[in-house]
């Protein structure tokens, strides 16, 4: 439909073209006064065809911002109906919960880990730029209660994995997006606070965090084989 309407309007376009050659030439051989107002007519008629050229492509225009839209919204639909698609818009609807989860096992493990208890979820919050791999990690702070009582990033791990853990278990209602739980994917010890990276368990992270999980069981078997201590306390 719309091409036969262009198709149309050319059409009619370049017949005026041709009558305003044909009178164009006629009007070299008439008086002034007749040429002024041949032209004035002429000029007229070709304002007219031109008009209806305009009206023609605003209206396909409106058209076409119409179905661009409705391609758009259609897009998002399908995004929100397939998380693979777009696990970090699901996830943000989860963020709450994954922070508040993490924040209560820091204050369940502030005595052992000797950290300093959070004064809120927000004051836990980390900014951390996102990683190469792309992965979706929540970047935690967890704050020291004294520097000199060493607490290595490996204990932060296991205390902290296995409240995390427990803590989403009893809380797994509160999350809408699929999540399996949570993966401590980063500990590093900053000074004045451990730095932490949470992976959430989805489908995305599950052949990463698989591997790593391997990666981390061979050099505890490796350690046990070779006669290592092992910490048995946490």
């Not at 007519?41 to 007219?48: H, K, Q």
């Not at 900014?127 to 060493?150: C, E, Q, T």
């Not at 399996?180 to 980063?186: A, H, K, N, R, V």
Request: glycine fraction near 4%.
């Amino acid at each position: 439909m719309m091409n036969n309407y262009f198709e149309k309007a050319k059409e009619l376009w370049e017949t005026g073209k041709k009558h305003f050659k044909t009178l164009h030439k006629k009007m070299l051989t008439m008086e002034s006064k007749k040429a002024k107002i041949l032209y004035a007519i002429l000029a007229g008629t070709l304002c007219f065809l031109l008009t209806l050229f305009i009206v023609a492509i605003y209206k396909y225009t409106y058209i076409l911002v119409l179905l661009l839209i409705l391609c758009i919204l259609k897009k998002l639909e399908s995004m929100d109906n397939n998380p693979s698609e777009n696990p970090n818009a699901l996830l943000f609807n989860d963020e709450n919960a994954i922070y508040s989860c993490i924040y209560e096992a820091i204050v369940e493990t502030q005595d052992i880990l000797n950290l300093k208890k959070p004064l809120s979820i927000r004051s836990i919050l980390l900014f951390h730029p996102s990683l190469p791999d792309g992965y979706p990690r929540f970047w935690i702070k967890a704050m020291k209660k004294d520097v000199s009582n060493i607490i290595t990033p490996e204990e932060v791990e296991i205390v902290l994995s296995e409240e995390i853990q427990r803590l989403f278990f009893l809380r797994s209602n509160e999350f809408i997006s699929g999540i399996s739980g949570l993966y401590i994917d980063i500990v590093k010890d900053r000074g004045s606070y451990f730095e932490l990276a949470i992976l959430p368990i989805i489908p995305e992270t599950t052949d990463y965090i698989n591997r790593k999980m391997q990666k981390e069981q061979m050099v505890y078997e490796d350690i046990k084989e070779s006669g290592g201590v092992y910490d048995e306390r946490f």
